[in-house]
């Protein structure tokens, strides 16, 4: 919509910036947000009140809720990840979870002890270094042969390369322990003791799993620095000549831009950062790592969790880790939970049988129906069908990206 | 570099034609889309004619480096160019626009100026973090200059308006005042009014006249021959992928063998 | 489970030729004074691949073939790389486990027969319901096949379980003919494989030289916007290309589930094998897809005939051959030049 109001074309360029936004009221940046923005941060309010909740009156264990947030942060590093690759650039990377996989595998192998063939027990230092250069090294090697050509042979390369890192995995046993997978890596936070209560006077202050505090307080922050880093990328000139060849390739080159080089910075920094979240996950939650982790579905859980939660947008792409959990889990919890909660089978019997015949009523067992339930079968189906239907109505996302994204201090000041 | 891309730096370029393709071939399954020898003059407002077919749009892609020839070269400003990347033309100085209007997908106008000039510290990704000073400082000037240059092409209530909310004329508008953003020495220009209104169309002629009138070199493929007599000279037209006729409006006019042309491809 | 396919396709697998890395170099001045080797010594030395791997090798390629074609018709025509390709075979197998015994039990011959169809009509009703109904680009409609192919897999799984399933079917023994003649064990059911395919394969031949709808597609495939221009009804062709295709993979994925198992993954792990013989081949060259679909074949089954290859590893040899192509000519061995 064209607008003759300076004032206005400020604000909305401006409430990106986070010195802005401090300095700013409330009511003032509440009244910036578009409507489906702020329909999301309600929806998410909403929800994390109601787990609050959940978990205040004992509905939901913290031991359950706690490692689902840090799964969700260790997915909102591999989203913003892919969200560099095609929230940015428009790659398609079906690679996602080999690359988590090599960052996993590079810790693992160096740092583990009799858990794993070679047994280094390096510093975790060296695996995260071993990890970024392998991750850069071979999304380099992917991108040669194919960036310069159709955007489709990258998608068709990478659906590829997972499968190669899959089987190479579980065959070179000598090194990687093939399908039995890497035990005992070690975990940053042992020392943290599992349980802690703390003697005060007259009671007993007793803090719940501070270990699992700590390693979800160090995904959290691990989160906002991959956040901010990427972020600065998406509101820079390099952020913009992406957008430009996500837009229209061909008008980027007529512009002067080697888009070359740029569509191989963008897919090699996106597949580190997938790397870095398999080196965090398996020094952080479950010190384990085995080739059945490296299913190409959890790519697609990754994909999911951008285009919902926004193609191009970083604060969608932390949400969509949030999404991607919760994918993952309802299809259990409606086999689980809904199986003997909500349709106890014998209470349906019992309010049935008045009105239909005793032979009929097994049939209406739902209880038995769920059971029955294949919950492999519906997170496939749940990844699929959401897939074609973000596609089929052309969704934006739940948080999709700010209409104008300006490298904000030049804008600032300009104003002063 | 010049700070708002209107006036032309004037630097010395030689004393050939700026821009000459000699022999430039391109076939498509046996079929020869362009064979051409043709050169445009240092500060000249050349006219680019020719029934459908004739082979205008490849040659554009091929003197900008979309397409490889099958032979035959190009030299800008004396410097073979016939085997660079379309960037590295660009970068040289030749820059063109698209017949359909590019329009960027989620950026604004002013975001789809600012993207356009070359070498911006800021394309790195290292100065982003530990020289973000002087990407503030170049974002600075280049935002000034955006804003002049649609302050020039009328066009700055437009400034953060999405691209894709655009009309045709406007996207025009907003495509030349992209191409000022670089400090081009020759835009080549395809159907730059087709499908543009009258009261815009005035306006583009205008502003493509003030931007001759300051050194840039055009090369402008036109179908809408009013327009194109009135602004060009000379005009080259092509036909069957060769130049025909090279000549003024007027005796481009008069020549049968043009008027054969058209007829020929109408029929 | 990955099932590894040599163990079941292979008839003597441990004796399947013994590779040049196994034997480690051998000094050139040697093998030149040995003069020219009998056939049987230059096997034993691992010069030349047995008649068995070949025998492997030409069944397995039939599968590709079939695959790879339907892949790069609707690569070509719908301009979109179809993810869910692989999951199609799947559907096909499965469409023939279902009334060749799981739920009903028809005479084999006609159980193919019916599932074909029905996998055929699942083709083109995904065409119809998803594909057809989207305004969008190539990219984004590569990304919604791949939730096809999830949505394909997810049904199967429900209905059939995760597990791996065979066809109650005959004709597993070699033929003792060919045994004892070339020391080659081809079961019956190889042997049909072999000639279905050839029999499909000179069909499309036939049906895309020879009839005017084969013209069509022809042309609809070279310039997809020149044959709408010059009145060919683009959506006829589009639809008649499903068909084809969805024929031809669900064939494909019967005779894979009767060389292998019958499980819900067996398609998308053979994606990456199809899309190889595709690019190999040159994509919008049904007979690139064919020869590409034939080498990919054979490269794969002759593994242990490669030196310093593993066999395990006949599917990254796959993917390296995809990648090398790419690297030097990306338009494929018979392509146009349709590489940007």
Redo the contacts between chains.
Sequence with gaps: ????DPA??DR??GTDEPRVGWRMPVSTWWAGIEARESRTLVGLAAFGVAVALAVYVGWLNVSYVLPLLGLAGMFSLLTLGLNVQWGYTGLVNFSVIAFWGIGAYSAAMTTAGSGSPTGLELHPIVGLLAAVVLSATLATLIAIPTLRLRADYLAIATLGFAEIVRIVINNERDYTAGSAGIAGIPGLFAWVPSALRVPLPGATLRVALPRALVEFAVVASMVLFVYLFVR??QL???G??Q??I???E??????????YR?KL?SFV?GSVIMALGGVASVHLFINFVSPDSLDPIRTFYVWIGVILGGS?SNRGAVLGGLVVVAIREAPTLVRDQLTDAVFPPRVLTDALAPLVSPSAVPVLDVGALFARLNVGALQLFLVGALVILIVRYRSEGLLP?K?????S???E??DA | MSTTGLEYDGADLGKDALLRVEDLRKEFGGIVATDATLGVERGSLTGLIGPNGAGKSTLFNLV???LDPDAGRVYLDGVDVTDR????I??RGL????QTP???????V???L???P?D??????LP??FQ?GS??D???EL??RAQQLLEAFEID??????ST?LSGGQSKLVELA?AMM?DPYVLLLDEPVAGVNPVLEAELTDHIRRLNDRGVTFLVIEHDMDFIMDIADPIIVLNQGRVLVEGSPEAVRTDERVLDAYLGGVS | MVVDSHLVLGGDPVGAGVGLGALGPLPVAQMIALGPLPDAQMIALGLLPDAQLIANGLVFSSIIVLGSVGLSLVYDIADFPNFAHGDLMTVGAYATLAVGGFYVALPFPVAVVVGTAAATAVAVGTHWLVFDRMDVGPLELLIASIGVAFVYRAVLMQAFTSGSQSYDVGGRSPIPALRTVFDVALTYRQLVILAATVLLVVGLHVFLQYTTMGRKMRATSANGSLAKVSGIRTGRVVLVMWVVGGVLAAVGGVFLGLETLVRPRMGFDLLLVLFAAVILGGIGSVYGAMLGGVVIGMVHELTPWIPLVPTRYDKALAFLIMILILLVRPSGIMGGGTSR
């Design positions: 919509m064209p607008t003759d206005g074309e909305d360029a600065r990328l820079s000139p390099w913009r000549v957008r430009t996500r837009a229209d061909d008008l980027a080159q007529a512009l002067g831009k080697n888009t740029f910075q920094l191009g990206p209409r104008e994204l300006v490298w201090a030049a804008l000041d300009d | 900008s480096g979309f990347r379309p960037d590295e660009a970068q820059l063109r626009t698209f590019r329009t960027l997908e989620g950026m604004t002013r975001e789809s600012l993207v356009a070359f911006q510290p800021g394309e790195s990704i982003l973090y973000p990407v503030t170049t974002e600075r935002l000034g209530h437009l400034a953060t308006t999405p909310e992209r670089t």
